[in-house]
């Protein structure tokens, strides 16, 4: 049935966005807790075992190796066998990995496999998350929620460097892991019960019926346009690779101070290892302030172009990267000023 789109109609689209935009955050904010928790626990297993920062780099670079193969994977899937399931399989095979890194014992073979599996399901996070935020927002509010949903990885960080200093200080690098694996596996579970793919599974319109103010409720399958259709509209867009460069760039920086914000600030400034996590916070939550910044400077200054944003922002990235550098080491106040 298609006709003019009704108030009720309007209200229960408004009613599961609001649900599906707090289900997407608080899930994909959940797997950064079994992501960047391993930098808490660093300073723990160098000590423990005798590991050097060699051995461990080698562990961090296992997870985004396979991170990147699985983007490119992972995303395909998400579309093909829709976001809830593959949400649900990458976050509860996230926390299986987290929960068996605890009993790896020093050994870097162990310590590699596991992380780099975990880094393969972590990408079954943010492609399908992305496909389920374009299913039920439309374009034209697309850069204001995709700024906020961006807020959920960064706020996520930071939620599990306070989670991670938090269980650390009173139980033991093991508990990092363990702690979050056992949160994860009851969020993939509360996802996978609430969430939906797209409107139309619940027989509300779809969002190209409601940019055009048709009401249909007929209830459908989110349809995948194709793996090679996806390829090629991907590949031969020059934008996309604009895109790819510039977050390749950023993501060094990104995930460097990720990795080893927590070790700097322990062995560095002489801080305990649950108050150098604590105070790397600041970088993920002034990230979050940024990240709902650039949605709106995107959407109201710009008219809805990203790209002067994200030129103007990676530019400011690049000179407080090199302010940082050579800000003293033992000057910690100035150095978590230039870090937000």
């Known amino acids: 049935m298609r006709d003019k789109l009704t108030n009720s109609t309007q209200l229960q689209i408004k009613q599961w966005q609001t649900k599906m935009f707090w289900l997407m955050w608080i899930t994909y904010a959940s797997f950064y807790l079994c992501r960047v928790n391993i930098s808490v626990a660093l300073p723990g297993i160098m000590q423990e075992f005798g590991l050097t920062k060699t051995n461990l780099g080698i562990v961090l670079s296992s997870l985004f190796a396979m991170y990147a193969i699985g983007q490119f994977i992972n995303g395909q899937l998400g579309d093909k066998l829709n976001s809830r399931k593959i949400i649900t399989i990458g976050l509860i095979t996230s926390a299986i990995m987290n929960f068996l890194f605890g009993f790896t014992g020093g050994l870097i073979g162990f310590m590699v496999v596991l992380w780099g599996i975990n880094g393969y399901v972590q990408s079954m996070g943010?492609?399908?998350?992305?496909?389920?935020?374009?299913?039920?927002?439309?374009?034209?509010?697309?850069?204001?929620?995709?700024?906020?949903?961006?807020?959920?990885?960064?706020?996520?960080?930071?939620?599990?460097?306070?989670?991670?200093?938090?269980?650390?200080?009173?139980?033991?690098?093991?508990?990092?892991?363990?702690?979050?694996?056992?949160?994860?596996?009851?969020?993939?579970?509360?996802?996978?019960?609430?969430?939906?793919?797209?409107?139309?599974?619940?027989?509300?319109?779809?969002?190209?019926?409601?940019?055009?103010?048709?009401?249909?409720?007929?209830?459908?399958?989110?349809?995948?346009?194709?793996?090679?259709?996806?390829?090629?509209?991907?590949?031969?867009?020059?934008?996309?690779?604009?895109?790819?460069?510039?977050?390749?760039?950023?993501?060094?920086?990104r995930y460097g101070?990720?990795?080893?914000?927590?070790?700097?600030?322990?062995?560095?400034?002489?801080?305990?290892?649950?108050?150098?996590a604590y105070k790397a916070i600041a970088f993920p939550v002034a990230g979050g302030l940024g990240a709902i910044f650039a949605g709106w400077a995107s959407d109201k200054i710009f008219n809805k172009r990203r790209a002067p944003v994200a030129f103007i922002m990676l530019l400011l990235l690049a000179l407080f990267c090199y302010l940082f550098r050579v800000v003293p080491g033992e000057n910690w106040v100035l150095s978590l000023i230039i870090l937000l």
């Open 257 to 276: 101070f990720m990795s080893w914000a927590p070790t700097y600030m322990f062995e560095e400034q002489g801080a305990s290892i649950s108050v150098a």
């Open 126 to 253: 943010w492609g399908p998350t992305v496909k389920a935020m374009a299913n039920w927002f439309p374009g034209n509010i697309r850069g204001r929620i995709s700024g906020l949903l961006g807020t959920s990885y960064i706020i996520g960080g930071a939620l599990s460097w306070l989670l991670a200093g938090t269980i650390i200080k009173y139980y033991g690098w093991r508990f990092t892991f363990w702690v979050p694996s056992i949160i994860c596996i009851f969020l993939a579970i509360h996802w996978f019960l609430r969430a939906r793919n797209a409107p139309e599974e619940i027989g509300l319109p779809s969002v190209e019926d409601q940019e055009n103010g048709i009401e249909n409720t007929e209830i459908r399958k989110d349809e995948h346009i194709g793996f090679r259709e996806t390829i090629k509209v991907t590949l031969l867009n020059p934008y996309v690779w604009y895109a790819a460069v510039g977050l390749f760039g950023l993501n060094i920086v």
